[in-house]
């Protein structure tokens, strides 16, 4: 009997490499970062706008990318999407300089925004509801196992060839994506579709903009503080206004009633202080690695890959802790852990044996993994069904944001203890990572207090904790 491949299979395989590309391409980088800077003549704290760009891109246009694939079809949005990905991709490989690097980066995350969205979109409306369960494991392995060869293959690429090969390799991948989804996906749109809130998306989008635009301008060596004044108060003002307006149409990009909700408050805004701290470390480590301890990008890759590992693990024991301690307890209590996790890595030094920092971002990236899972399935615990779309929309921007905020916020300190301390802005020491680690460890850890106020039942339906009636009352 010949071998046959269902044409949901190849349709899976097609949608899983998308998740991969992405998955790679948001880990791949921080390990050549440094690399990338001795080339551009510059430093990893200037080049850290190469990471921002990209997943702020993401969150800003990830909200437009259903209402896109509903009016022209699913099939040419994610063909068009793995296309856009790869050509600034390519364009990344081939770039000689920060600003266009950066441009590059925000072209390849506008397709990422509009690839993994739309592709998850056509996966459900092809298997239908009795195929979705094994669907949705096949992707998620995907888009986990991103993160954990990213690390190693970004350094040993790095290291053993060029790290323009980093985004080269995405270009045979989306061409044969790119093609195959004309042939194996149709291209599902819906007659009845709602006018996109293109006020509030234009005006968020110019307030991430400037916000991200003011982090590259205060980390350069001949900042302007009045620009950089100039650009948060416009970054802030845009901000606002989209806030004003959103509140006030009925079908807005980003719904903020949703805010009225106290899990997803929590869940969604909250964490993002901890999501700020957390990425954070992805972009740190590898600098203290190579340009503090010496190693090459390939042996920073294979300690960094620990945090990816760790996270990995996790995912199977997140159930049952929920199950056993509820979100509140685990939530608090592994705020603390997970905050002091964060907090070690600044116990790294260059006489710290590789084995040891393995350990560390090994164990930080377990807890992490927790309180990131947590977080994610707290925001949705409350959600009616018929919100469920708003609040996906508004959760994936938080988290790209605070993702990408998480690198520039580190980039910014790590520049002003430069300017206190009085250093040359060509060197990073490893005090001055000490010190941006340990100020990240307080901001996961300003986000404690709001865990502790979550009622002892919050998200109980989907944690299935049960709270007895004298535990009930003493929180009452």
Same mark, same amino acid.
């Given at each position: 009997?010949? +071998? ?26 921080? %390990? ?30 990830? $909200?437009?990318?259903?209402? &896109? ?6 099939? %040419? ?17 081939? #770039?000689?300089? =920060? ?26 409306? #092809? ?15 995907? #888009? ?16 053993? @060839? ?39 998306? =234009?005006? %968020?989008?110019?307030?991430? #903009? ?42 807005? &990009? ?34 203290? /690695? ?7 990008? +390939?042996?920073?890759?294979?300690? %960094? ?10 995912? +199977? ?14 939530? +608090? ?78 980039? &910014? ?28 460890? /307080?901001?996961?850890?300003?986000? &404690? ?5 979550? @009622? ?12 007895? $009636? ?7």
């Amino acid at each position: 009997m010949p +071998f046959r491949v269902s044409r949901h299979s190849i349709l899976l395989g097609i949608i899983a490499t998308a998740f991969l590309m992405q998955g790679l391409d948001g880990t791949v980088i921080a %390990t050549a970062l440094p690399e990338m800077a001795v080339n551009f003549g510059t430093t990893p704290i200037h080049l850290s706008i190469g990471i921002t760009a990209y997943i702020l891109a993401l969150a800003v246009f990830i $909200p437009v990318s259903g209402w &896109v694939a509903d009016r022209v079809g699913a099939r %040419t949005v994610f063909s068009a999407a793995i296309a856009v990905f790869s050509l600034g991709s390519v364009l990344c490989g081939l #770039a000689n300089g =920060v600003t266009e690097f950066a441009l590059y980066r925000i072209l390849q995350g506008i397709g990422g925004a509009m690839m993994v969205p739309v592709g998850r979109l056509v996966l459900f409306r #092809a298997v239908g509801k009795a195929g979705l369960v094994q669907a949705l494991s096949t992707l998620t392995m995907a #888009a986990m196992i991103g993160p954990v060869l990213g690390p190693p293959l970004g350094g040993f690429i790095t290291t053993y @060839a060029s790290w323009r090969w980093i985004f080269f390799l995405n270009l045979p991948m989306g061409l044969v994506g790119s093609v195959m989804v004309w042939f194996f996906v149709e291209n599902y749109r819906e007659d009845n579709h709602p006018s996109f809130d293109w006020i509030g998306f =234009v005006f %968020t989008g110019m307030s991430v #903009a400037a916000l991200v635009l003011d982090c590259d301008v205060t980390v350069q060596p001949d900042s302007n503080v009045w620009l950089s004044i100039g650009l948060l108060l416009f970054s802030l003002a845009s901000g606002a206004f989209a806030a004003w307006y959103m509140l006030r149409r009925p079908e807005p &990009v980003i719904d903020l009633t949703l805010l009225k909700i106290d899990t997803f408050r929590v869940g969604v805004v909250v964490g993002m202080l901890f999501r700020v701290a957390g990425g954070s470390i992805a972009y740190l480590i590898p600098i203290m /690695l190579q340009v503090n301890m010496g190693m090459t990008a +390939f042996q920073s890759g294979s300690i %960094t890959v620990a945090a990816a590992l760790a996270s990995l693990l996790m995912k +199977f024991a997140i159930p049952p802790t929920l199950r056993r301690w509820g979100f509140r307890n685990v939530l +608090f209590g592994n705020g603390f852990i997970s905050a002091a996790a964060i907090g070690a890595c600044a116990a790294i030094g260059i006489g710290t044996p590789g084995y040891v920092v393995f350990l560390i971002l090994l164990i930080g990236g377990f807890f992490r993994s927790l309180q990131f899972t947590s977080l994610t399935t707290l925001g949705y615990a409350d959600i009616p069904v018929q919100r469920t779309s708003s609040a996906t929309s508004f959760s994936s921007t938080a988290q790209q944001v605070s993702n990408g905020m998480g690198v520039a916020v580190a980039a &910014v300190t790590l520049h002003m203890l430069q300017l206190i301390r009085g250093e040359a802005m060509t060197t990073v020491s490893v005090e001055d990572i000490r010190l941006t680690l340990i100020i990240m460890t /307080l901001v996961a850890l300003s986000a &404690v207090y709001s865990y502790a106020k979550l @009622a002892p039942d919050a998200g109980a339906e989907v944690s299935r904790h049960r709270v007895t $009636p004298d535990i009930a009352e003493a929180a009452d």
